[in-house]
């Protein structure tokens, strides 16, 4: 099946709709994250249906970074590279941005966390840690053209 991933436009109310019903469909067990603010995207299949998203918003902590926020896939529709798609376009966003990093975290999923290593995310241990005792801290250095 052939997927694309096309920008949402957060100021309309039906995609803010939208996002908010993925965000239930793909997290059922986690709080829906404001979309507010930020860079979102939605997948699509080739038949029309919304089958993941993903959001990249501005870091409270850096100027130079952005903090991949949310993310998700239908579980019918995992295992298709969709997770690791949706981070190389929000990376292109804060590449565009001219920001020098991008950051994130995980926790108890390793699928995600597989997701953001094989598109060249390093771990690391921030200062002051943001989330859950159990989470699992991300960074990707972008490269730009000097």
């Known amino acids: ?3 694309s991933i096309v920008h949402a436009d957060i100021d ?6 939208l996002l908010t019903v993925l965000q239930k469909t793909c997290l059922p067990h ?3 994250y404001p979309l507010t603010k930020g860079y979102w995207y939605v997948v699509f299949s080739e038949t029309g249906e919304a089958v993941g998203f993903g959001g990249i918003v501005p870091s409270t902590r850096w100027s130079d970074t952005m903090y991949l ?3 998700g896939v239908a579980p ?7 997770q690791k798609r949706l ?14 990093w991008v950051i994130t975290d995980t926790n108890e999923n390793p699928a995600s966390a597989n997701s953001l290593i094989a598109t060249g995310f390093k771990m690391f241990e921030p200062s002051q840690p943001w989330g859950l005792k159990t989470a699992l801290y991300w960074k990707y250095r972008i490269k730009h053209a000097v």
Do not use: F, N
């Open 69 to 71: 926020c949310r993310a």
């Open 87 to 100: 981070i190389r376009q929000r990376i292109k966003v804060a590449k565009r941005l001219g920001m020098r």
């Open 76 to 82: 019918v529709h995992q295992g298709q590279g969709l």
């Open 1 to 3: 099946m052939k997927y």
């Open 30 to 32: 986690d709080k829906i």
């Open 12 to 17: 309309l109310p039906e995609i803010v709709d």
